[in-house]
């Protein structure tokens, strides 16, 4: 039998399968292999017994959080309480050009702004349109849902920026656990403990703890650069260029032109110095 893990709680494994929902133990073999099952894993399983007996290929995968076969991630970034962050919003939108997931970045806590406030802010977002990502309000439910048809979503995003709050408005019949933005640390609080795939909208949806391996320890300096998708509107004269130190950088000279984003550069830069 086939079915698909939503739902992973110690070592219970709740597998979704022709309308129905049942929890499974996993084969010894994984744990000897060194293969971990993830919320998202497309499976085959005993039905009577119980047991999960393999796990299908994965069209991506995730460590922390453990979440597999995602189509695109809504990247949920406040502006306030937490501030708004170019370095995260980038560190977000590099990982999952690595993972060849869709990111749509989700604008939350915008009516906290004063208007001149705003207007800043909504002029970094621009660029971002321009390159080709798809910004959005969180606000905009009947878009969002329409959004989910047919994929499978992952919501993520600084924690403390109203994931689950959204994801409530999205089906309120949800009722996931929401937690104010502690005051002394500026931060929010975790709210989400287990990961989670929900059905809605003809699409599937996690709700995740958030991510919390963003230093591209994995990913060597070329792929890094590969995945700051605009660069690529500007090729240099050698294939291997790295946009540091080279003579004659096309991306360098976008940079000082203005058509390349300066914090985008600078956070590119920082991302390859920790490799």
Known sequence: MKGQIIKINCDLYTVSYAEKELDCKCRGKFRNNNVTPQVGDYVIFDEDKKIIEEILPRKNSFKRPK????????LIISLKTPDF??????????????????????????????????????????????????????????????????????????????KSTLLNHLNPNWKLETGEVSKSLGRGRHTTRVVQLFEISNGKVLDTPGFSSLDFYEY????????????????????????????????????????????????????????
């Open 67 to 74: 979440v597999a076969n995602i189509d695109q991630a809504f």
């Open 85 to 162: 962050s170019l370095h995260l919003l980038d560190q977000l939108l590099i990982l999952m050009e690595l993972n060849k997931v869709k990111p749509i970045i989700c604008i939350t806590k915008h009516d906290l702004l004063t208007s001149s406030e705003l207007d800043k802010i909504n002029k970094e977002l621009s660029y971002y349109k321009n390159i080709g990502y798809t910004v959005i309000y969180n606000n905009e439910i009947d878009k969002i849902k329409s959004m989910l048809e047919n994929k499978t979503s992952v919501f993520t995003g600084q924690t403390g920026a109203g």
């Open 220 to 275: 060597s300096k070329e792929q890094i650069r590969d995945a700051f998708i605009e660069f690529s509107n500007y090729p240099c004269i050698y294939k291997d260029c790295m946009h540091t130190n080279e003579v004659e950088c096309m991306v360098k000279k976008a940079v000082m032109d203005n058509n390349i984003s300066r914090s985008r550069y600078e956070n590119y830069l920082k991302f390859i110095e920790r490799k």
